[in-house]
């Protein structure tokens, strides 16, 4: 079995930054894309980045400019730093590895950006 442990999240003011850490553990024999999905009240879950095992990375749109995701290998840790975050950022964020070629997703965080 497979385990991500977000930490991060929670509540800033329009215009503020916060960081998410996802860490992998358990049965990892090759930990492949790493990324992030968001949630927000009534709509689907939309991918927010993405970052694969040789550093290769996808944005939405909406956050490109204002996010960026890195991962550490050597810690099977993937990281979500967000600056000028808006009040549409505020969703609940899911942390999201691909094991070999299964799927795991963590609890996610809550991250709620006040005007």
């Known amino acids: 079995q497979v385990q991500l442990v977000e930490s991060g999240g929670g509540l800033v003011q329009a215009g503020g930054s916060l960081r998410l850490s996802c860490a992998a553990s358990?049965?990892?024999?090759?930990?492949?894309?790493m990324g992030w999905y968001r949630q927000a009240p009534g709509k689907q879950r939309e991918l927010v980045a993405v970052?694969?095992?040789?550093?290769?990375?996808n944005y939405a749109d909406s956050v490109k400019g204002r996010f960026t995701i890195s991962r550490d290998n050597a810690k099977n840790t993937v990281y979500l730093q967000m600056n000028s975050l808006k009040p549409e950022d505020t969703a609940v964020y899911y942390c999201?590895?691909?094991?070999?070629?299964?799927?795991?997703w963590g609890q996610g965080p809550q991250v709620t950006v006040s005007s």
């Open positions: 970052i694969a095992r040789g550093g290769s990375i």
């Open positions: 358990g049965r990892i024999f090759a930990l492949n894309a």
């Open positions: 999201h590895a691909v094991v070999g070629s299964s799927p795991y």
